[in-house]
């Protein structure tokens, strides 16, 4: 049993990909994996630029790349005509082929038998592994924080990820631990949580941060919000499988309504926090908010800084914008959070 | 999109069972649906006993049967030899083959072949429906009542099924609705909630009980508990997708640990009701306990009316084992949550 496992170095693959918004994944994959992503690989007519090397593919191959990433979205999520030479010579080329499309690329003619031939694999990052075990609740070693959501796409990834970032800048042990695609197209690994049977989402979520080094912090990307209508059992279970020592509350200063089902509204912070804990403390009795990150793409300066000093005050914790911010005084208060156990202890 | 649904009414197969113990699917299925159980068939030397006359394919075939469905456990989840000539016969005969083997019928030689041909179909009530939706949120007509416990295997299921019956026999709308594989049996329809992908299982539960009329209450089989280390998100899913206006209790008075998670204390039974109430009022504000169900068997009947009463005080609520007491009381509370909803309506 074990998480998904990717092999780079990367090939990004955009197509013919003229929209840089589109090609979102592979913008993610060189923001927070610069090292890992050795060149892009663009059809002709294809604009979208990730400002890497452009590279072909007997270029990678001489360069040692393990996988051709699928970095750009593809409309309706097939598979296109004019990608499908390049899968095929790159399968044939023994190069991994990696997606997250809602098609299979097992469906495109001819690539099962060229990735056999050459032991190339198909890894779609939307499937789990299989064999997963049920959840144990039996406390693992080593140090979880979770981010948990007032809703989707509040911006977890992207705090875990700076999180992490801050935190190796600083000297500590820290591990991103990715549970949604593009989470794990960066990492490298992971598990994709909410694509996991029921039954088997603590199991999955405990195999995804390992027992570890005492000091080793896993920055666990979060899923869905425990307020969520129809994701709350996918962020319980991450939440009861992660047994986190921390967790940080993310958040979207314009979002009123969940997204996507707007008869429901936004919990109230202080409300996440609660039952954040209240749940959470069936795995880790422990369990603390250390936390708040806004995404306030839409405030101006002075509003960011009112509308985050105001959120600090009344809950008493660090609230950042982490793309304003960073993430140091969330560490700080991870890091008080550290000495308090081992005083306690 | 829709839920498993079987083809009454059956014959139940016993292969060459002969610990009674082990049939408990087709004595639960006897117990609960007699009409829709027309005989039983068993393999020479094959001594347990539904009680049902002993019929033949041939004969079952003339009365009408639907589904052939497996009333007994297979040692390791296989298929055994000597039930493959009778698999393929009723295949053959037009007959669907029911089961909940962890095995595939598919992987019996032969099988699907006789199945499409005949036009049967070979069903694992292990299996969810594909295109499952996800949860909406939104409020349905009619009245729902879930069960949920304190543990798994503590008898909700058994609890549903005779809320059901007593309900009806006061000539109350009611209509056990399944979670599971043996309930999906015995109701004819249904979808295993903890074999449903955790992005869909709010929407699985949703479907389970579709709107209805506003005097017909949906009696809903529950699946492991809210304070489980493992399962508790299959329970949270079903909770958030049933939005039960009521709900039942059901506990186990020998259990002190979680069955299988030794180091896991079971909860009180306080916390379950607070807890049930706190995540179900997201889809369903009005959502009240009704009523304790326990499984008393350990106690002597003295023990048994002390272990209620005190219960019953403390709690403020009905407290019965349904084998012992039915669930009369249980009945009369959620006939007064009836008439205060429609007082306040």
């Known amino acids: 049993m074990d998480t998904i496992t990717l092999k780079g170095p990367y090939l990004i693959f955009l197509g013919r990909e003229t929209r840089q918004a589109f090609a979102k994944t592979g913008l993610g994959l060189v923001e927070w994996r610069r090292d890992l992503c050795l060149g892009q690989l663009r059809l002709p007519g294809g604009i979208a630029d990730l400002g890497v090397p452009d590279m072909t593919l007997g270029e990678a191959v001489k360069r040692g790349v393990g996988s051709l990433v699928i970095g750009t979205a593809a409309i309706g999520g097939k598979v296109p005509d004019e990608w499908v030479a390049v899968l095929l010579e790159a399968a044939g080329l023994g190069l991994d082929i990696v997606a997250g499309l809602h098609s299979s690329l097992s469906a495109v003619e001819g690539l099962p038998e060229a990735a056999e031939e050459s032991g190339a694999r198909l890894v779609n990052v939307r499937i789990p592994p299989v064999h997963l075990p049920v959840g144990s609740g039996k406390k693992r070693s080593g140090k979880r924080v979770l981010m948990v959501g ?62 570890n080094a005492e000091d080793h912090w896993d920055v666990i990307e979060g899923q869905g919000g425990i307020f969520h209508p129809a994701y709350a059992p996918v962020s319980l279970g991450l939440l009861l499988g992660s047994q986190p020592d921390a967790f940080v509350v993310c958040h979207d200063a314009g979002r009123e309504t969940i997204s996507g089902w707007e008869h429901m509204p936004v919990p109230e912070i202080s409300q996440v926090i609660d039952r954040t804990v209240a749940l959470g403390s069936l795995t880790n009795p422990a369990i603390e908010c250390v936390g708040i990150s806004v995404n306030t793409a839409h ?36 890091t008080t959070l550290n000495e308090k156990q081992s005083a306690s202890a």
């Open 150 to 211: 007032t809703d989707c796409a509040v911006g977890k990834k992207y705090t875990a990820l700076q999180l992490e970032k801050d935190m190796k800048a600083q000297g500590l042990n820290a591990t991103f631990r990715a549970s949604g695609q593009t989470g794990i197209m960066i990492a490298g690994s992971g598990i994709p949580i909410d694509a996991v049977v029921s039954d088997f989402v603590v199991g999955a979520a405990e195999l995804l941060s390992p027992a």
């Open 299 to 334: 405030l101006s300066d002075d509003e960011r800084a009112a509308y985050l000093d105001d959120l600090s005050r009344r809950h008493g914790l660090p609230c950042v914008d982490p793309l304003k911010n960073g993430t140091g005084s969330i560490i700080a208060r991870l």
